[in-house]
């Protein structure tokens, strides 16, 4: 089997990088697995959840963290670089670093406000958007609608929905709108804790 040129030039800018081959790890020792490819150093949440809590609250970990709040990280990032660095270390497996994020979520908050540091859930969530009115929304996804009929009308073809489902979805009536105003009943009902034993 011939090896073109273009492999060739792929595993050499590979290599000139710094990249494993592809399948290399294929080829390790069963001997000398990886941290991650060993049975975990903890099974139980409650006892890997100690262990973040002692990671966290080591000194130099808690000034990192927070001077990292502090400018802007957000915690789920934050949670999911200890937790991810855990399982890379082989203290737990992939199915208890996702039971982990929340708890690990709740610490790094809780140091957070115990330094009185505010803090985002999320890097992008100090960029609030322009507020808009329950008008102005109503009306960008009304115009948000017609471009997408306007699109589907353009791209969908024929062939590819059936005859009896056009004149299925041409029998639904769709009154009122989703996205009509409701208006209040003018006389409230009567509640059923309101009514009287008979």
Do not use: C, H
């Not at 990192?64 to 660095?85: C, F, M, P, R």
């Not at 989703?178 to 208006?183: D, G, N």
Request: hydrophobic letters at 40%; aromatic letters at 6%; proline letters at 7%.
């Amino acid at each position: 089997m011939a090896i073109s040129e273009k492999a060739i030039k792929f595993l050499e800018d590979g290599l000139s990088r710094g990249r494993p081959i592809p399948g290399q790890s294929l080829t390790n020792s069963p001997s000398e697995p990886y941290a991650w490819e060993k049975p975990p150093e903890f099974v139980e949440p409650r006892k890997a959840m100690y262990e973040v809590f002692d990671a966290l609250t080591e000194p130099e970990a808690t000034a990192n963290l927070l001077i990292s709040l502090n400018k802007g990280v957000g915690v789920i990032d934050l949670a999911s670089i200890v937790l991810y660095a855990g399982f890379l270390e082989g203290k737990w497996s992939a199915d208890l670093m996702v039971l982990l994020m929340e708890p690990t979520m709740y610490m790094i908050m809780a140091l957070a406000e115990k330094a009185e540091i505010s803090y985002n859930l999320d890097a992008g969530d100090d960029e609030i958007g322009p507020e808009m009115s329950g008008e102005e929304q109503v009306n960008r996804v009304q115009n948000s609608l017609d471009i997408l009929k306007k699109e589907a009308k353009t791209k969908v073809s024929d062939a590819a929905v059936p005859k009896d489902v056009k004149e299925m979805i041409s029998e639904v009536n769709l009154e009122p709108s989703l996205l009509a105003r409701v208006e209040k009943e003018s006389q409230p009902r009567e509640s059923l804790l309101e009514k009287g034993e008979e």
